[in-house]
């Protein structure tokens, strides 16, 4: 029987009419397996992974196939979006023992959850030196069947090292000048200066590290940081990678000169750049990067946002292309035959040199991705807007790319931090709106009674699956920076809430190392813990960063103390793996300069407090917070014996326990945040 319908997972979702008798991760699907005496499949995705759909038809959806898992196996699926640290446990196993990585993750473990047997897509036959899904069952089988004693030592050991691992946590001190400039050699000498971003191929938006780049510049006026960010900046948002009509960017791009995405679109991406490329304009005042990061912005507005005011995670790779076939990229490629039926041959001559249409094509079949490749000729700006107009309207006619309506905390704090910064500096209060109705979502939905958050939900409905540390740190970030946009103290007190749980339920407090896991969260095989930035903040990283930004907000010793101790790992780390860690490092930028502490106080409707709080946020000084309020308020504790100054609206600028004296205009505040 697949159990597999009453989930909220839309990954799980998509496979609860297979004939394979699914089950959810549960400790019945192990006492199950013990009681019949089998070994337990573990397959591990999420709904827009491409490989993950193909196996799923090819193997899971094949009765044969299904037939021999249900006589020989309990089969568990995971979603790895809802247990992140189930799919870290193991990938670390699978890692291990084949040196790679990826989803779909197979994985064959005994009744006692461990590991023996492992992979990640396995083909319906043979194919380039890879066994077929069924001959790697069979073998499983065989081997339990006939070695089991051998198979359950080979297990029992890969625990036991599993298990075993301890972080290398480093220093006990945090990074200095020293480290920060390593870690940027580290990135100079990866950097790719004909293409921008590091390494080759595939290649990922490298988010984490050029908010690294962008605040290392503004502490120390490194043009060789800044260059980095601009360019790569550049370089993705006019490649492929980026949607040209409708804004927002791919997981990444299969080539190194950002041409062909993979074409997933994910929530956690599209926030961490929508804030990235608002930060670079910050920095540069870049007409690109504000385009980029309002574009960013209006794509997660408008396809993500769910009714109940939260975002989904993501919008698949594949859809429909017109004949019932899927097909990865079918809603964003463009042929110059399909260019003419929707534009006419002049127009499409046009659209075609202006997009990098090719006749051979830049995809498949013919197909080109939309670019803006770099060009010497001048364009009427006009025309182009209307020719992207009547694209992006027969663009709409096509079937649209699946979604994945999940919502997921972390997530939903960094689209919250990215959309409330964007609409402040842009003058967007819808965006500011939007964010506010994704925090109260997770408010009424994600959080209990304790504050303990909920990792995901579905159509209003909470899932059961307990937050992790990247929830709680991803979400107390959003809420700090709506304290720091709108001036509403409760942001700040619920990323109090959140940040308690850190320091009681995911710090070792022996070390002052950060778990992935709370305390009292389900006893895995091991209990995950990675400091690395991968696509997102690791929850370590977010973490230091959020308790850091509470500490200057409140003044809170024993936050700014465990933000501290956190980013011991990246005095280790960031000058060997910089690329890995930048998150960590952007963090570290933020204390090294303070961070700064500004408080503006005046009425909320004069237009002199509105600028000076404007003035703040646009601050580039690493990791400063703001608070706003009126004279006598008790919002926000920045706030506190904060006077007008002669009936005027003012700003206090403190750091490191000092405060400068106040100021009451705007150049005079945009000074005391630069030097």
């Not at 492929?240 to 950002?258: H, P």
């Not at 100021?663 to 005079?668: I, K, M, N, Q, S």
């Amino acid at each position: 029987m697949n159990r597999l319908a009453h989930e909220t997972s839309p990954y799980l979702l998509q496979h609860a009419d297979n004939p394979v008798d699914w089950w959810p991760w549960s400790e019945e699907a192990f006492e199950e397996a013990r009681k019949r005496g089998v070994p337990v499949l573990l397959s591990v995705g999420y709904s827009s992974c491409h490989w993950c759909h193909v196996m799923a038809h090819e193997s899971f959806e094949d009765q044969e196939t299904a037939d021999y898992l249900n006589t020989h196996f309990v089969s568990i699926k995971v979603d790895r979006e809802e247990r992140p640290d189930v799919d870290a446990v193991y990938m670390e196993a699978v890692q291990a023992a084949t040196g790679q990585g990826g989803w779909p993750m197979t994985v064959f473990l005994t009744p006692d959850a461990e590991p023996f047997y492992f992979g990640t897509y396995f083909p319906p036959a043979p194919r380039q030196g890879m066994p077929s899904f069924r001959q790697v069952l069979e073998g499983v089988h065989s081997a339990w069947s006939d070695r089991r004693e051998e198979v359950a030592d080979v297990a029992g050991k890969i625990a036991r090292d599993l298990a075993g691992r301890e972080i290398s946590y480093g220093d006990t001190s945090v990074p200095g000048e020293e480290e920060l400039a390593q870690a940027l050699l580290g990135l100079t000498r990866d950097y790719d200066a004909q293409r921008g971003g590091f390494g080759g191929a595939p290649k990922f938006p490298p988010s984490m590290v050029v908010e690294f780049l962008l605040r290392h510049h503004a502490r120390t006026g490194s043009e060789g940081a800044l260059q980095m960010a601009a360019d790569t900046c550049e370089r993705m948002a006019r490649g492929g990678i980026y949607d040209q009509l409708g804004g927002g960017f791919a997981r990444y791009s299969v080539d190194r000169e950002w041409v062909v995405p993979h074409f997933e679109k994910m929530l956690y991406d599209n926030a961490l750049l929508c804030r990235v490329y608002a930060h670079l304009w910050r920095t540069t005042g870049s007409d690109l990067a504000r385009r980029v990061a309002l574009e960013t912005a209006d794509f997660m507005v408008r396809e993500l946002r769910t009714n109940e005011g939260g975002f989904a995670s993501a919008l698949d790779a594949d859809s429909d292309d017109g004949t019932g076939k899927h097909v990865e990229g079918a809603y964003y490629v463009w042929t110059p035959r399909q260019l003419s039926d929707v534009l006419g041959d002049e127009d499409a001559e046009l659209a075609a040199s202006y997009f990098g249409v090719t006749d051979e094509g830049t995809f498949e079949e013919g197909a080109s991705v939309l670019q803006l490749p770099q060009q010497d000729g001048v364009f009427d700006a006009e025309r182009i807007e209307s020719i992207k107009e009547r694209l992006s309207r027969a663009r709409a006619q096509r079937p649209a790319p699946g979604r994945d309506d999940k919502v997921v905390a972390a997530w939903n704090g960094l689209a919250i931090a990215a959309l409330a910064e964007t609409g402040a500096y842009f003058d967007r209060p819808d965006l500011v709106e939007a964010a506010l109705g994704a925090a109260d979502l997770l408010v009424r939905l994600h959080l209990d009674e304790r504050a303990r958050l909920a990792r995901t939900s579905k159509d209003g409905q909470v899932g059961a699956n307990a937050g992790v540390l990247e929830d709680y740190a991803d979400v107390a970030e959003g809420f700090l920076a709506l304290a720091s946009v709108t001036g509403e103290g409760v942001w700040l007190e619920f990323a109090g809430f959140l940040l308690d749980h850190v320091l009681v339920r995911f710090v070792d407090e022996e070390s002052g190392a950060l778990y992935d896991t709370a305390a009292d969260a389900e006893k895995l095989i091991r209990r995950p813990q990675d400091p690395t930035d991968s696509a997102t903040p690791s929850g370590w990283s977010a973490a230091a960063g959020a308790l850091l930004s509470y500490a200057a907000q409140t003044g809170a010793e024993p936050h700014r103390t465990a933000a501290e101790r956190a980013l011991g790992v990246v005095k280790a780390l960031g000058p060997r793996a910089p690329r890995f860690i930048g998150w960590g490092l952007a963090t570290a930028e933020a204390l090294l300069d303070g961070p700064r502490e500004v408080a503006v106080v005046g009425p909320a409707d004069d237009p002199a407090t509105k600028e000076l709080h404007r003035t703040a946020l646009l601050a580039t000084a690493p990791g400063a917070v703001v608070a706003v309020g009126t004279p006598g308020s008790d919002e926000l504790p920045l706030l506190a014996d904060r006077p007008l100054v002669e009936g005027e609206p003012a700003a206090y600028v403190c750091r490191r326990f000092t405060c400068d004296a106040p100021v009451t205009d705007t150049a005079g505040l945009r000074q005391k945040l630069v030097s």
